[in-house]
């Protein structure tokens, strides 16, 4: 059974910093492209930040220079480090899998900073 499980989310001062981090079960977590989605309410789910299989990222505009994906397959865990954090990056964060039409999400963490 296919688990993403994120941990990490919480509350801080606009200019502090979270680490949001992911662990994957029940799938070959090395063949996905992983990525972070965040949804503020009333708003659409959007990619934050992906790393491809290989380890190539690619990030939104909005968090570039702030934010940096990284992962370990060995631990099947994908992180998001998160620096100089906005009200504006307040949302839900959720983990994604993806390899070909199989596609895989966590329940998201909170991420909410204050001004």
């Known amino acids: 059974q296919v688990q993403l499980v994120e941990s990490g989310g919480g509350l801080v001062q606009a200019g502090g910093s979270l680490r949001v981090s992911c662990v994957g079960s029940?799938?070959?977590?090395?063949?996905?492209?992983m990525g972070w989605y965040r949804q503020a309410p009333g708003k659409e789910r959007e990619l934050v930040a992906a790393?491809?299989?290989?380890?190539?990222?690619n990030y939104d505009d909005s968090v570039k220079g702030r934010f940096t994906i990284s992962r370990d397959n060995a631990r099947n865990t994908v992180s998001l480090q998160m620096n100089s954090l906005k009200p504006e990056d307040t949302a839900v964060y959720y983990c994604?899998?993806?390899?070909?039409?199989?596609?895989?999400w966590g329940q998201g963490t909170q991420v909410t900073v204050s001004s």
């Open positions: 029940g799938f070959i977590f090395s063949l996905y492209r």
């Open positions: 790393i491809a299989n290989g380890g190539r990222t």
């Open positions: 994604n899998a993806k390899w070909g039409p199989h596609e895989h």
